[in-house]
């Protein structure tokens, strides 16, 4: 069952003025911030800062990877009001021991200083991703060219990251937002309401390649994920534990292939 959701999503950017090197007015466009409080069946949860595009699948999508919920089908209402700047998530069972599983916080190096509940990372070695999956290098780059052409926020105002999730070469969603991890977050509480599976896609994103970013990218079952930007040393071992694809400095014909070279398959004539 789809839950009743407010679609209460905000401009992404506002106009205002500035002054260039030669003293003229400039109308000029910036990305939106605004503070968004989450409360899970009446309790506060955290306060996220946020473009405010989509913020129920922000929602849905942070709650799923933060692991305190575990079916969109528990989820039956997220309401956003942005006078309040507060969103009230109504779930059917609630959480009996959240203070408990919220109570040990990691701040992440996510843009924005984002943070992650409890300790995912013990149980990153019991997630499984598709060992039959494979990306040919010139879905890589047709999936590369996607994103070069896709008119975005950041082209007109700067100041955001972008996520996307690829089928082959089929954009399927692309999500922009003042942190890195809520754009990833967006696209989760997106695939959730959607009922998309992560077996068969890519996960591209502007930023680097962090812990937080792996984790997620395999809690949403992603076996492939790549970013323009470079990684971590946690990033990368993860990703090795986790069994990612991961390939990050992708621009043009350029790429570097960090883990799972097992299922990257590259054309002919780079391989010889």
């Given at each position: 069952m789809r839950p009743v959701l407010s679609n209460a999503g905000r401009p992404a950017t506002i106009e205002?003025?500035?002054?260039?090197?030669?003293?003229?007015?400039?109308p000029t466009a910036i990305a939106g911030e605004n503070p968004l409080t989450i409360y899970l069946d009446n309790?506060?949860?955290?306060?996220?800062?946020?473009?405010?595009?989509?913020?129920?699948?922000?929602?849905?999508?942070?709650?799923r990877n933060q692991r305190l919920?575990?079916?969109?089908?528990?989820?039956?209402?997220?309401?956003?009001?942005?006078?309040?700047g507060a969103c009230a998530v109504r779930t059917a069972c609630p959480i009996e021991d959240i203070a408990a599983r919220t109570a040990h916080r990691t701040v992440t190096t996510g843009c924005?200083?984002?943070?992650?509940?409890?300790?995912?990372?013990?149980?990153?070695?019991?997630?499984?991703?598709?060992?039959?999956?494979?990306?040919?290098?010139?879905?890589?780059?047709?999936?590369?060219?996607?994103?070069?052409?896709?008119?975005?926020?950041?082209?007109?105002?700067?100041?955001?990251?972008?996520?996307?999730?690829?089928?082959?070469?089929?954009?399927?969603?692309?999500?922009?937002?003042?942190?890195?991890h809520n754009a990833v977050d967006a696209i989760a509480g997106q695939m959730w309401l959607d009922g998309v599976a992560g077996d068969d896609k890519i996960f591209y994103t502007t930023g680097r390649l962090t812990s937080e970013m792996v984790i997620k990218a395999a809690q949403m079952g992603i076996p492939f994920l790549v970013s323009r930007s470079g990684?971590?040393?946690?990033?990368?071992?993860?990703?090795?534990?986790?069994?990612?694809?991961?390939?990050?400095?992708?621009?043009?014909?350029?790429?570097?292939?960090?883990?799972?070279?097992?299922?990257?398959?590259?054309?002919?004539?780079?391989?010889s």
């Open positions: 205002i003025t500035a002054i260039d090197q030669d003293g003229a007015t400039v309790r506060e949860l955290v306060t996220l800062m946020t473009l405010g595009q989509s913020p129920e699948a922000l929602v849905i999508g942070y709650l919920v575990g079916r969109i089908d528990d989820i039956l209402a997220v309401q956003v009001d942005w006078e309040t924005g200083q984002g943070t992650v509940f409890g300790d995912l990372m013990a149980d990153i070695d019991k997630l499984r991703l598709p060992a039959a999956a494979r990306l040919d290098e010139a879905t890589l780059y047709g999936m590369l060219d996607v994103v070069r052409k896709h008119e975005t926020i950041y082209k007109a105002a700067g100041a955001v990251h972008g996520c996307a999730l690829f089928c082959g070469t089929e954009l399927l969603y692309f999500v922009e937002d003042v942190g890195r990684l971590t040393q946690m990033g990368y071992d993860i990703a090795r534990r986790a069994g990612i694809t991961m390939i990050g400095r992708s621009q043009g014909r350029r790429y570097l292939l960090f883990t799972g070279a097992e299922r990257f398959q590259r054309a002919a004539a780079s391989a």
